[in-house]
């Protein structure tokens, strides 16, 4: 089928859609389903009454953002007014819809626009989340879907692709910031009849889930950026690796690509031209080695997620020794804007060395959590208290931690940075994937890094020694930490294993698993030493019940 | 379904690891996605049913086995009749999802990864489960409850396994088995 064939499908569904004086938008991810919303979807649609004669157009749609207020709904009048309520029960549906109906929006419940959580944002890749229903193609056409892979197979060359997306400035969204035009050329220029494409959605990180919501909320947005970038590097076949926490996601995908193939916007001759392209969903069985590159690609072929040295990189030698190329979920997700706009817009987005948005996960002790996406370079104070609200409860801010485990902390001197590759990197902290975890003078800062040392030695997949053996050491040391029985001798071992696993790890997991620690001991010195010297934890966190080795022995010998 | 009699076990739950190996036509590389059909057909990976996956792929015994215990997703005992996740990624953990798990290990007596001596719960902790808006996160039988407090969470299990059905916040169910 081709782009005017499509073209039909799409007026059709325009059609339909304009047909509605209202159409409500009801978000149906995870948070607000857990709070409520299948009940809320459903009085949407009695109140909508029967299907021939409905004014209302229900869409249940991916996550619209501030997750700890659902069940959200959006309501769309026909001039293209936008009014969100949040905390919505089935009870006040009847009366929202037919205040709209009517010219008259109830004001209970009501999200002002100025809200700065909304107001602050600034939406490329999440821009259908929330606006179309995930499970039906129709919706992502309308919104502009698969213009982009149209415009690629039809006016642009391979070459060019690749040159677009290097002059767009877009870095590898995964975390090391690795800039993605270089790595399509390096993949298009390999030598090799057979290429790949993998779009990693492994997102392991505790407190991270970017990926998942983008793959939830809009698949096709994913598929339509690996799409463009096999026509760029010359593959033919695609893998997206979902977590196996991630059910909906993997279900989503699989769906998407079903309809996608049924529109030939996907499979043999795509969009009626020579270029072919087959995606399969594998779903990854709950290990954090496999976001990197060699271990997922290892999982992918059904081995076990274990990492080998590189390079060879998997740009020149990946599945099977073809020629690999690896990106982000979240990377994929900016390809379609990016050829859709032109490099040039996209590279008026953000900052210096940081182009273009950013997602973030919004988690922790602050008032709005959720899921947000702003321009790169905004401070961190503008997220934390603009668009996060605030920290809560009367409490005060003491550190947000970005980049999970291979990250770090950046404290409360630090809020006015700039959140982008480079100023995070240098206060010690990454980008990482983009979970972004708030902590108040509640958190103890030597628990923290206790908690993502236990994480790191329990998800080290046992291949190199330092890893292996160095975060369990580690991680005992801490414990004993936050016991009360370490002494200052432990926290010279520390130091010193830290370097050791940091430069001798075999892969990615190992050398970034003493950041955390690295980074609160530089900001929280202070809070290690009272738990050393004075066996107190001043945030209250740690029990302290136990007392070091050498005073029990001096004791017993005494008595 | 009926027992399919050509089975040389008998048990219809191997049609369905069966039709999994032919969607991916034998190929080796399809191991996970047999493990993961097997794990849904079965509850867990027994180890006669390792054997059957290892010999239909033409796999060592040692490559299947290493595969399963590798994953955290693969669970080699039988799970108990109910299930409790709880979540402890930084987000939970910041708000003390740590309380929930002691809560429930005093009450119950396991610790997690374990099952109660009556099969009757399965005690889990979860990496992340991707809600962090809602933390606390705890999975009870599929169903994802939010903002979680460590007596509501034993309330509930007490109130699960005394054979009352739950009354959650919502009504999501999510086949998160981890």
Redesign the interface.
């Known amino acids: 089928m081709s782009l005017d064939n499509l073209q039909g499908v799409i007026d059709r569904e325009k059609t339909r859609q304009d047909g509605f004086p209202c159409r409500v938008f009801c978000c149906a991810s995870t948070p607000c389903l857990s709070s409520g919303a299948t009940a809320v979807i459903e009085a949407c649609k009695t109140a909508a009454g029967d299907k021939k004669t409905a004014k209302v157009d229900v869409v249940s749609t991916g996550c619209m953002g501030p997750c700890s207020r659902g069940p959200l709904i959006c309501v769309q009048d026909s001039d293209g007014a936008e009014t969100t309520y949040e905390r919505v029960t089935p009870e006040q549906v009847p009366e929202i819809l037919e205040g709209h109906l009517n010219g008259k929006p109830p004001l209970d419940h009501q999200i002002p626009e100025s809200w700065p959580f909304f107001a602050k944002q600034k939406k490329v890749v999440l821009s259908n989340s929330g606006r179309i229903d995930p499970e039906k193609l129709e919706g992502y056409l309308v919104a502009g879907g698969y213009r982009a892979l149209a415009h690629a197979l039809s006016e642009m060359t391979p070459e060019e692709v690749c040159e677009e997306i290097t002059a767009s400035g877009l870095r590898g969204r995964g975390g090391a910031g690795y800039p993605a035009g270089l790595k399509w050329s390096l993949v298009q220029k390999a030598p090799g009849d057979r290429k790949y494409v993998v779009a990693n959605g492994d997102e392991g990180d505790p407190g991270a889930y970017m990926d998942r919501t983008l793959m939830e909320s809009d698949p096709h947005r994913v598929l339509e950026g690996m799409a463009i970038a096999a026509y760029a590097v010359g593959a033919e076949q695609g893998y997206v690796y979902v977590r196996g926490e991630y059910p909906i996601a993997a279900r989503r995908l699989e769906r998407a690509i079903k309809a996608a193939e049924r529109r030939g916007l996907l499979g043999s001759r795509v969009l009626e031209s020579g270029f072919s392209f087959r995606v399969d969903v594998r779903i990854g069985a709950g290990a954090f080695v496999c976001g990197e590159e060699t271990a997922l690609m290892a999982s992918i072929m059904g081995r076990r997620g274990q990492p080998v040295p590189r390079p060879p990189y998997p740009a020149q030698s990946g599945f099977w020794g073809c020629p690999t190329l690896l990106n982000n979920v979240e990377t994929f997700g900016n390809i379609a804007p990016i050829i859709e706009n032109g490099a040039e817009w996209y590279a008026s987005i953000g900052t210096e060395t940081s182009k273009g948005t950013k997602l973030f996960a919004l988690a922790g002790k602050v008032a709005n959590t959720g899921l947000i996406e702003v321009p790169m370079g905004i401070s961190l104070r503008e997220v934390v208290f603009d668009i996060g609200g605030g920290i809560p409860n009367g409490a005060t801010f003491k550190a947000a931690q970005t980049g999970g485990p291979s990250g770090g902390c950046i404290p409360a001197e630090h809020l006015d940075t700039s959140m982008d590759y480079d100023s995070l990197k240098t206060l010690g902290s990454i980008m990482g994937s983009g979970g972004l975890i708030v902590m108040d003078n509640h958190s103890c800062m030597v628990d923290v890094a206790k908690f993502f040392m236990e994480f790191c030695a329990d998800e080290s997949c046992g291949k190199c020694v330092p890893c292996r053996a160095g975060t369990v050491q580690m991680h005992r040391i801490l414990d004993r930490m936050t016991c009360g029985s370490a002494t200052r001798k432990d926290l010279d071992m520390l130091e010193q294993l830290c370097r050791m696993v940091g430069e001798t790890s075999l892969c990615g997991l190992g050398q970034t698993a003493p950041n955390p620690v690295l980074s609160t001991l530089r900001y929280f010195r202070d809070e290690y030493e009272s738990h050393i010297s004075e066996r107190d934890c001043p945030a209250r966190v740690c029990e302290m019940s136990e007392e070091p080795v050498f005073t029990q022995l001096a004791e017993s010998v005494a008595s | 379904m009926a027992p399919r009699e050509d089975h040389p076990s008998g048990d219809s739950r191997f049609e369905m690891v069966d039709r999994t190996l032919k969607k991916f036509q034998y190929q080796?590389?399809?191991?996970?996605?047999v493990?993961?059909t097997a794990q849904e057909a079965f509850g867990y990976l027994d180890k006669d049913l390792l054997i059957y996956v290892a010999q239909q792929l033409g796999l060592p015994h040692s490559w299947v086995f290493?595969?399963a215990t590798?994953?955290?997703?693969?669970s080699l005992e039988p799970q108990g009749e109910h299930s409790c996740n709880v979540c402890?990624?930084?987000?939970c953990?910041?708000?003390r999802a740590a309380e929930i798990v002691t809560g429930l290990r005093r009450h119950f007596g396991i610790e997690p990864g374990e099952t109660t001596e009556d099969g009757q719960l399965s005690l889990a902790t979860?990496?992340?489960?991707?809600?962090?808006?809602?933390?606390p996160v705890v999975v009870i039988d599929g169903?994802?409850?939010?903002k979680e407090e460590p007596e509501e969470t034993i309330h509930r299990l007490v109130k699960l396994l005394e054979g009352e059905p739950m009354e959650g916040?919502?009504?999501?169910r999510?086949?998160?088995t981890?």
């Open positions: 080796q590389d399809a191991l996970i996605e493990l993961h290493g595969v590798f994953y955290h997703f693969f402890m990624g930084t987000a953990y910041v708000k979860a990496r992340c489960l991707g809600s962090c808006g809602l933390a169903e994802v409850i939010g916040d919502g009504e999501t999510e086949e998160v981890a």
